[in-house]
């Protein structure tokens, strides 16, 4: 078992992100998950990220406070514990429309070639 502590999580920069402070929870460390990471994301009002795509799926997962989560002009809003999964090569834009922080979890497998 790999234990890591919430004081220990460090912050990361995301690309094409705007509005949001990210902290990776499990990842890119001895000892941690082999092929996937967690972040923790907590998105100010208006924050969000893209339109883009990646070429891997992710999986958000909304613990607190409601995400826009727009694909193919098709807007859909997750609340608390609700999740959705993004295809590789979907593009998808997430945007925060309250007036409150959301705060999110993000599981993304390693891109190619990365170690933890």
Same mark, same amino acid.
């Given at each position: 078992?790999?234990?890591?502590?919430?004081a220990?999580?460090?912050?990361?920069e995301?690309?094409?992100?705007r !509005?949001?402070?990210?902290l990776?929870?499990?990842?890119f460390?001895?000892?941690?998950? =082999?092929?996937?990471?967690?972040?923790y994301?907590?998105?100010?009002?208006? !924050?969000?990220?893209? +339109?883009?795509s990646?070429?891997?799926?992710?999986?958000?997962?909304?613990l607190?406070?409601h995400?826009?989560?727009v694909?193919?002009?098709r807007? =859909?809003?997750?609340?608390?514990?609700?999740s959705?999964?993004?295809?590789?090569?979907?593009v998808?834009?997430i945007v925060n429309?309250?007036?409150?922080?959301?705060k999110m979890?993000?599981v993304?497998?390693? +891109? =190619?070639?990365a170690? +933890?």
């Amino acid at each position: 078992m790999h234990v890591k502590r919430f004081a220990d999580a460090k912050p990361y920069e995301a690309p094409n992100h705007r !509005g949001v402070v990210g902290l990776r929870l499990q990842g890119f460390e001895a000892g941690g998950p =082999t092929n996937q990471w967690v972040g923790y994301s907590l998105f100010l009002p208006g !924050g969000g990220a893209g +339109p883009d795509s990646t070429p891997f799926e992710k999986v958000y997962v909304v613990l607190e406070g409601h995400m826009t989560v727009v694909v193919d002009g098709r807007e =859909t809003v997750l609340g608390p514990m609700d999740s959705c999964t993004i295809a590789p090569g979907e593009v998808r834009e997430i945007v925060n429309r309250e007036n409150d922080i959301c705060k999110m979890l993000v599981v993304i497998p390693y +891109p =190619t070639g990365a170690k +933890p």
